[in-house]
């Protein structure tokens, strides 16, 4: 088990940055998989990236090097730097807990912990 916490997110002009945080608390697992999804209202959650307690990294092709993760193993936060920002990344961002590899693991159901979701809007 274990408790996700996310900040960040925000508002930007087109080719801007945003950071998110994810920290996951109330675990006893020291090897997770924190990934993050977005969701625009009436669309299905989508996956965009995940990092693996290794460091090892897996990116959706709409924000592959654009974004990219990093970790704070010290404090189990994990970070995602959002670069050049486009209005279509606009949605709503879930970070999602998995105990153990993250693997392949990119649908939603593969995930049993959510934090609370943290709006990026990205204007034109």
């Known amino acids: 088990e274990a408790q996700v916490v996310a900040s960040g997110g925000g508002s930007v002009s087109d080719g801007g940055s945003l950071t998110l945080s994810c920290t996951a608390s109330?675990?006893?697992?020291?090897?997770?998989?924190m990934a993050w999804f977005r969701q625009i209202q009436g669309k299905q959650r989508e996956y965009v990236a995940a990092i693996a307690t290794d460091g090892s990294t897996k990116y959706s092709d709409s924000v592959g090097g654009r974004f990219s993760a990093s970790l704070d193993n010290t404090k189990n936060t994990r970070y995602l730097q959002m670069n050049s920002l486009k209005p279509e990344d606009s949605a709503t961002y879930y970070c999602?807990?998995?105990?153990?590899?993250?693997?392949?693991?990119?649908?939603?159901?593969?995930?049993?912990?959510w934090g609370q979701g943290t709006q990026v809007t990205v204007s034109s």
């Open positions: 109330q675990t006893s697992y020291n090897n997770f998989c």
């Open positions: 999602a807990w998995m105990a153990g590899a993250c693997y392949s693991k990119t649908v939603p159901y593969d995930y049993g912990f």
